[in-house]
């Protein structure tokens, strides 16, 4: 094979990413798009994109409600989300904020985070916070384009570097990437705000500054509105600017990680926490309902929390990225049939309304409610409910079950098909 024919079977990013087409949203990272609060890097790290979901997402489109997870358990698998959950709890829950505040260690505040994130359904449907990559890419750090990989070919079996997939279409340096990429996910990022109307969203990193400023803000939008300094804690410092079309507060700050001087660790949560609460146009914050932890069981059938939780994990096991992302499954006639026409429609706006500031109902009282969000909503709601008043739960993990089933054995039966190209070499041989 020769160096030009390889390079024409690298995957192309911009064959997919288009101001017309789907929004990509693999760059989705979890949590709840209707909470109010967002949390928003430039690309998250990993440095690994699997070209077939992106090749998914585009001839499928997608959903970010069914982007989630019900019990967040893995909360402390990196920094960066423990860091943000830690955030996004200290913002919305008053209670939590004081006890952050009286950690005296970094153990006690991880400690503190991983055992409210999950009961109290951070990143989680149902629950405050949505994280986002506003970058779609996954880099292993911000400029390092040559060691981030693209997984590509039959099973994903094949492997380039980002630069190598990027520099095919004659993109010379990952600044024109990121330039191209903006002005094509602009358009997305736009729709999002205005489906999902977040009332804060915290941009996190300075290098992303342009990126951040084209993609959430109108072009005369872009001078702060507020800018906070201390001369004491510099990483603490951020600029706040608003959405007018949909009073979207986007804040500016420093990146979250513990491992650099003038990045916000542990130990600043909590002070900038509480400096964007005490800002007014931020007061709403205080008056959030914090989301109830999970319902201890007491019920004759004695169900202990431990075979609870493990229920919880289960459901996050069959929500896979793969199997329900961008799928077929919401659009099944077992599924349809099941949502009918209205059935989960009040338990979304309950889910919804739950996590909101007072009086915002109106803003989704024309929305258009998908069957993923009817089917999310009920399932988190029958989880909520108790043990014995769950009947409806086993009925939707059948459903789920069943199709988790039969895309295996597709995927098993493809395994023995002849490919379409061999069978017609071994027809015409």
């Not at 609060?37 to 690994?48: A, M, S, T």
């Not at 919305?92 to 505040?109: C, H, N, S, V």
């Not at 229920?311 to 599924?335: M, N, P």
């Not at 909101?356 to 029958?382: D, H, I, Q, Y």
């Amino acid at each position: 094979m020769t160096e030009s024919s390889a390079q024409t079977s690298y995957p192309d990013l911009f064959a997919v990413l288009r101001e017309d087409g789907p929004d990509l949203a693999m760059d989705v990272n979890g949590g709840n798009p209707y909470s109010p609060v967002w949390i928003c890097g430039l690309e998250f790290g990993g440095g690994r994109n699997k070209w077939e979901n992106f090749e998914r997402a585009a001839v499928r489109g997608v959903d970010l409600a069914t982007i989630t997870t019900f019990g967040n358990f893995g909360a402390l698998d990196y920094e960066y989300r423990t860091l943000s959950s830690a955030l996004v709890a200290a913002l919305t829950d008053g209670d939590f904020l004081l006890q952050l505040e009286a950690a005296k260690t970094d153990a006690d505040r991880r400690e503190l985070t991983a055992k409210y994130v999950p009961m109290h359904r951070i990143f989680a449907w149902g629950g405050h916070g949505f994280q986002m990559n506003s970058g779609v890419l996954s880099l292993t750090t911000h400029n390092d384009w040559e060691n981030s990989l693209f997984l590509y070919g039959p099973g994903s079996s094949l492997r380039c570097s980002v630069k190598e997939a990027l520099l095919a279409p004659d993109v010379q340096i990952l600044g024109d990437y990121r330039e191209k990429a903006t002005a094509i996910f602009e358009k997305h990022v736009k729709a999002r705000l205005r489906r999902y109307r977040p009332r804060l969203v915290i941009c996190t990193g300075r290098a992303g500054t342009l990126e951040f400023l084209q993609l959430f803000l109108s072009d005369g939008e872009h001078a702060p509105f507020r800018q906070e300094r201390d001369p004491q804690w510099p990483r603490r410092r951020f600029e706040l600017y608003r959405h007018e079309e949909t009073n979207t507060v986007v804040a500016l700050c420093n990146f979250l990680t513990d491992r650099r001087t003038t990045t916000i660790g542990y130990d600043d949560i909590a002070p900038f926490a509480r400096s964007l609460r005490e800002v007014p146009d931020l007061a709403w914050l205080k008056t959030l309902a914090p989301v109830s932890p999970w319902p201890e069981e007491h019920t004759l059938s004695g169900l202990k929390r431990s075979t609870y939780e493990a229920l919880l994990k289960k459901v996050d096991a069959l929500h896979d990225y793969e199997e329900f992302f961008a799928s077929d499954f919401f659009c099944s006639k077992e599924i349809l049939d099941f949502l009918g026409k209205e059935h989960g429609r009040d338990d979304f706006f309950a889910q919804v309304e739950k996590v909101r500031p007072k009086g915002e109902a109106n803003l989704f009282a024309s929305l258009s409610v998908t069957p993923a969000e009817r089917f999310f909503a009920l399932l988190a709601r029958n989880l909520e409910r108790p043990f014995e008043c769950r009947r409806e739960l086993l009925i939707m993990a059948d459903l789920m079950l069943q199709y988790r089933m039969s895309f295996e054995r597709r995927a098993i039966q493809s395994l023995f098909s002849v490919p379409e190209e061999k069978s017609r070499e071994t027809t015409s041989g």
